[in-house]
Structures are given as structure tokens and as C-alpha cells.
T-cell receptor
């Protein structure tokens, strides 16, 4: 365990389904992130939250809807996805702007398959 | 954000030392160099971070020359379990709103 927990680990959903990915961290970090990693592609930053406020949305389609109710929890709500949205979705947290030894702590990811 | 360039892949054998060099010609004064390791179907894991000269921890060493335009991650005596993708990132850790941008990384394959 890295300190960042993602559930579920695997998810298969139809294109008309609605599902949510959950991320939880108890590291005392104040920033949380969603990344997408498709096969043989670099990680793509999707959303950034700082102190519960969304500070970045990297032109992500509206079928992905993030929610950050507090600095320990982050959700990614999914609806009417496309097969090309199948990927590994990674959550990370960090102490934003803090200290020399900063680093992101990533969860193990949710492997999403859209059928 | 400073762009980084690193080899796409490297092969090695168990017990050997693996050195991965990353180029970052446009590194800024306040930027640090950070390396992450990623195993298949897992999130990246922080390995090491440095600003200049040499940094060593229980996992790896990071060598940074005086001009800081490149850096080399050194993995001593690799084992099969070190097979992974290694990412070099450059950024200012003290900057507000700092966010990590990953490149393609270097895929290291350790053979028996």
C-alpha cells in the first residue's frame, strides 16, 4: 500500500452505464490528481485539485466528471464512455508546493474496460 | 516545464549496473530532477530526487553534472524485479500548482 487507495481495481462497464472511481489518501496531502494511462502511451494529466478546488482540467471530455468533497477523497464519475476510454486511471496526491523532498504518491490504479 | 529526453528502452542482465541518462537542456534554476519507477498495471513510484552533484539512497544513485543539462539514474546490481519503466521529470517542487508531466520513460528489461 502506498497510502493512496483506489477502488475498484478493475471495472468493466457498458457505454450507457454510470460508474464512479474512488480515491482516498490519508497522507495529509493537500493536492490530488487524476491521470489516464492508455496502452503504450505516457500518463496524461486529467484533473488537478488543490485544497478541494479544481485548478486544472486538461480539456477532458465532459463524460468524465471529477469531485473532491474534501482533501482526502477524490472521485471520478463516468457516464456514456467510449471504448477508447479504456485505460488505467491513476490517482495521485502530493503536498503542493511544499519542501524539497516533494513527490507524488500514486495509487495502484483502476483498470477500466468499456465494452 | 523543462522537456526531458531519455532512451525508449534498455536491456540488462541480473547483477549488472544500469545507467539511464536523461537530457534536460532547458532546466531552470529552481528545477529539481526527479525519477519515478512504474511496474505494469501500477502507479509510478518515487525513486529519487536531486538538484546537483550526487544523491544516493537505498534504491539508486542520481548523478547530476555541474551544468545540470542532463542527469543519470544508476541502479546497482539489478534483479529481475527491477524490470519497469523509469521516468525522468524536471520541475520546481516549491512552485504553487506544480504538476508532474510524464514523458514516455525508459523501459528497462532485466534478463536472467
Amino acid at each position: 500500500e502506498t497510502g493512496v487507495t483506489q477502488t475498484p481495481r478493475h471495472l468493466v462497464m457498458g457505454m450507457t452505464n454510470k460508474k464512479s472511481l474512488k480515491c482516498e489518501q490519508h497522507l495529509g496531502h493537500n493536492a490530488m490528481y487524476w491521470y489516464k494511462q492508455s496502452a503504450k502511451k505516457p500518463l496524461e494529466l486529467m484533473f488537478v485539485y488543490n485544497f478541494k478546488e479544481q485548478t486544472e482540467n486538461n480539456s477532458v471530455p465532459s463524460r468524465f466528471s471529477p469531485e473532491c468533497p474534501n482533501s482526502s477523497h477524490l472521485f471520478l464519475h463516468l457516464h456514456t464512455l467510449q471504448p477508447e476510454d479504456s485505460a488505467l486511471y491513476l490517482c495521485a496526491s502530493s503536498q503542493d508546493g511544499g519542501g524539497v523532498n516533494y513527490g507524488y504518491t500514486f495509487g495502484s490504479g483502476t483498470r477500466l474496460t468499456v465494452v | 516545464l523543462a522537456k526531458t529526453t531519455q532512451p525508449i528502452s534498455m536491456d540488462s542482465y541480473e547483477g549488472q549496473e544500469v545507467n539511464i541518462t536523461c537530457s534536460h537542456n532547458n532546466i531552470a534554476t529552481n528545477d529539481y530532477i526527479t525519477w519515478y519507477q512504474q511496474f505494469p498495471s501500477q502507479g509510478p513510484r518515487f525513486i529519487i530526487q536531486g538538484y546537483k552533484t550526487k544523491v544516493t539512497n537505498e534504491v539508486a544513485s542520481l548523478f547530476i553534472p555541474a551544468d545540470r543539462k542532463s542527469s543519470t539514474l544508476s541502479l546497482p546490481r539489478v534483479s529481475l524485479s527491477d524490470t519497469a519503466v523509469y521516468y525522468c521529470l524536471v520541475g520546481d517542487p516549491k512552485a504553487a500548482g506544480n504538476k508532474l508531466t510524464f514523458g514516455g520513460g525508459t523501459r528497462v528489461l532485466v534478463k536472467p
